[in-house]
Nanobody, 119 residues
Framework: QVQLVESGGGLVQPGGSLRLSCAASGSIISIAVMGWYRQAPGKQRELVATSTDGSNTNYAGSVKGRFAISRDNAKNTVYLQMNSLKPEDTAVYYC?????????????WGSGTQVTVSS
């Protein structure tokens, strides 16, 4: 079993910054992909950013240039630095990891952390 624990959400004013963290623990051989998704009220969950083990990154167009994803592979941790935040970035942010556990890859989700951008 694997646990993903997120931290760093909160309330911030427009134009401000937040840094999210997500640490994976448990039965992990390696992590193929770690990333962040978000879900705003009344909307579907959407991709924010992902990072492969090879350090390739992918961003949603709406956050490109403002958000930066990074990984600390030694700590099985992924970060999301969010700058120039806008009210439309308000959502619950979920950490995601695709983990090799020997024999197969499995997809795991964190419980989510609330990010609210408001004056």
């Amino acid at each position: 079993q694997v646990q993903l624990v997120e931290s760093g959400g909160g309330l911030v004013q427009p134009g401000g910054s937040l840094r999210l963290s997500c640490a994976a623990s448990g039965s992990i051989i390696s992590i193929a992909v770690m990333g962040w998704y978000r879900q705003a009220p009344g909307k579907q969950r959407e991709l924010v950013a992902t990072s492969t083990d090879g350090s390739n990154t992918n961003y949603a167009g709406s956050v490109k240039g403002r958000f930066a994803i990074s990984r600390d592979n030694a700590k099985n941790t992924v970060y999301l630095q969010m700058n120039s935040l806008k009210p439309e970035d308000t959502a619950v942010y979920y950490c995601n990891a695709v983990i090799w556990q020997g024999g197969l890859f499995r997809n795991y989700w964190g419980s989510g952390t609330q990010v609210t951008v408001s004056s």
